[in-house]
């Protein structure tokens, strides 16, 4: 109905809430910093909301919270002077630059499936929109969706920049326990990621979102995994996840691409 609306809100003790309003009838919901929003999604459905991001030196973790049901969830940046905002609405794998998919009550609160944006991360942006669509399938799905920044330090304790031709050393300390690195490849040459192991046994898991979603996997921690073929995307992330298979396990880690430069630090392999 036309004309001028009031909306009144009165609290009965300190809150911090967000109101949106929007005219559409498919709204884009806006969401702000630390703010979580809850949200009931049909079947077979896409609900898009944006977050636009000012602050540099920070990481940005994006965290679906399903209580119910199961959603994906895609996120993908958008610039307003020279992007057309329809064409970046992501719904899908393809249209995405960051994913987590198959997010239920039962997994979403482990650490890969959050999604962790890096300020190193070649498609980080500032002063521009993080544009994200949550999309549901066979069932209806109960959800908070929340957008937060962190220190780089923080954030680094669940996920670890792996930068092509570095070497890192992994360090488990317990049986089960997992850590993730994230890189990107800088051109269509065939990489490798190489394991070298120091003690015990490991197994490594690649893909582009999460560790159900594995596109490569290999068991004992002493072989190297190659990425070719279509496997090659120079605009997604990857994801490197270890797993100790034993008590405890150290091994270094590197990703290597044809003309990279391999850093060695003194005393580690």
Wanted: charged residues 20%; aromatic residues 10%.
């Amino acid at each position: 109905m036309a004309g001028y609306w009031i909306i009144g809100v009165y609290g009965k003790k300190n809150t911090t809430f967000q109101i949106s309003i929007a005219s559409a009838d498919d709204p884009v919901i806006q969401l702000a910093d630390g703010l979580g929003v809850k949200h009931h999604q049909n079947p077979y459905s896409e609900i898009y909301f944006q977050y636009y991001h000012l602050k540099s030196g920070v990481d940005i973790e994006i965290d679906l919270s399903v209580s119910s049901g199961s959603a994906d969830l895609y996120v993908t940046t958008f610039n307003s002077t020279s992007e057309d905002f329809v064409q970046r609405l992501p719904k899908r794998e393809d249209e995405a630059l960051w994913l987590s998919e198959g997010i239920t009550s039962i997994n979403s609160g482990s650490d890969d499936k959050h999604i962790i944006v890096m300020q190193n991360d070649r498609n980080y942006c500032t002063d521009c929109y993080y544009v994200i669509g949550v999309v549901t399938h066979e069932t209806q799905a109960s959800y908070q969706l929340q957008v937060r920044t962190l220190l780089a330090e923080k954030s680094g304790e669940s996920t670890h920049l792996l930068r092509l031709g570095q070497v890192k050393i992994v360090k488990l300390n317990a049986l089960k326990n997992m850590t993730r690195f994230q890189f990107m490849l800088d051109s269509k040459e065939p990489a490798v990621i190489v394991p070298t192991l120091i003690t015990g046994r490991v197994k490594l898991f690649v893909s582009f979102s999460d560790q159900a979603n594995a596109f490569a996997a290999e068991e004992g921690g002493s072989n190297a995994i190659r990425i070719i073929g279509e496997r090659i995307q120079t605009e997604r992330n990857y994801y490197v996840f270890v797993e100790a298979l034993t008590a405890s396990a150290e091994l270094s880690l590197t990703v290597q691409q044809q003309h990279s430069i391999i850093t060695l630090n003194d005393g580690q392999p």
